[in-house]
């Protein structure tokens, strides 16, 4: 994949304008960053572009605004936190469009940084809208696009304007699409999915694609419940979407014609109510008391998967298999993530995942650095995972 789109290696950006969409869309607490990881995926493009004398222009989001301005969406904390972490000055213009952008474009040097402000206070980013899109592209004299969990997004920022200017994939859309490619497109086998978190509705098209896919398929945490229930055993009080019975056993049985083995929890640790510290035995699943919880997967459970984990030359994971926030029931979750990594520190496989809750889940389980690949997307990576072209990359191809 990647020799299909342009890098920053054939962009000419001294003394030019460059756009550069990232993704700023991080957790803030009281106007303070509380995990920086996608600010600190960006800076070596940023580094990159300034460093060869461009004018680096910094396009973003902030959480969803209703297409207008909205003082708790701005992404001017977001420039004090990125001028920090870049230890350079980023200057910041109070609109994406229109005078204060092009005002403060003027006054940039080259090498400099600009960031303006949410391009969501706009009808026309999420539109796509080709006159929000001209406004956009007015401002650049080339593209570059460093905000791969953005991508599945077809919005003016993301896409519209990378078919208006020479476009680029930079250096941490580049580094995302090379090791994901690696992982799913051309995997070397066995490959083994492990899937978890809460529900399933929000992952149905995730499982379904990827019983096709994987050689086999690892359901953890509340969504294995739904599936258990499917087969007719008793998950007592559990987290479990009873009406998608029906759906679970439509994708074990379009896994068991794709010969892809699915591999549900065989034990569970059990309580009585959801808190860190609430009193918990693990239960086979077919003798969960009737008010009991599953919260984690028990140690049979663990045993199975890292058995098949111990098979597979690549892992691709999203979604805790237990609730892992609470930490009487971060076992599972933190055994399976240290697991994987061990076998990737031993070369044994390639491993990548993938989402928000899963990122934190490995910082937890202090194992995020030996995986082969940590994407910072949520929505983007499931897509991926998902086989689902994203249009923020499509765009970007030659
Ligand atoms: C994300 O945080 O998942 C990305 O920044 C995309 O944001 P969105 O889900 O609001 O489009
Ligand atoms: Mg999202």
Known sequence: MSRTFRTLDEAAVAGKRVLLRVDLNVPMEHGAVTDATRIDRVLPTIHEIARKGGKVILLAHFGRPKGGPDEANSLKPGAAALAERLGQPVAFAADCIGAAAGAAIAAMNDGDVLLLEN?????????????????????GDLYVNDAFSAAHRAHASTEGVA??????????????????????EAP??????????????????????????????????????????????????????KDLAETAR?????????????????????????????????????????????????????DRIAASV??????????????????GFSHGTFALARHVAQRTKAGKLVSVAGGGDTVAALNGAGVADGFSYVSTAGGAFLEWMEGKALPGVEALRR
Not at 164 to 181: C, N, T
Request: proline share 5%; with cysteine.
């Open 310 to 327: 111990n098979e597979a030359q690549t892992v691709v994971w999203n979604g805790p298999v237990g609730a892992f926030e609470l930490a």
């Open 119 to 139: 391009t969501r206070f706009h009808k026309g980013e999420e539109k796509n809208d080709p006159a929000f899109v001209a406004e956009l592209a007015k401002l």
């Open 188 to 241: 070397k086998r066995p490959l083994v999915a492990i899937v978890g978190g809460a529900k399933v509705s929000s992952k149905l098209d995730l499982l379904g694609n990827l019983v096709s896919r994987v050689d086999a398929l690892v359901i953890g945490g509340g969504m294995a419940n739904t599936f258990l229930n499917a087969q007719g055993l008793p998950v007592g009080k559990s987290l479990c979407e």
């Open 250 to 302: 439509e994708i074990m049985a379009k896994a068991q014609a794709a010969r892809c083995a699915v591999i549900l929890p065989v034990d569970a640790i059990v309580a009585y109510h959801f808190a860190a510290n609430a009193p918990s035995h693990a239960f086979g699943v077919d003798a969960i008391p009737t008010e009991g919880m599953m919260l984690d997967i028990g140690q049979l459970s663990i």
């Open 163 to 184: 078919h208006k200017l020479p476009a680029y994939a930079g250096r941490a859309m580049q580094a995302e699409l090379e090791a994901l490619g690696k992982a799913l």
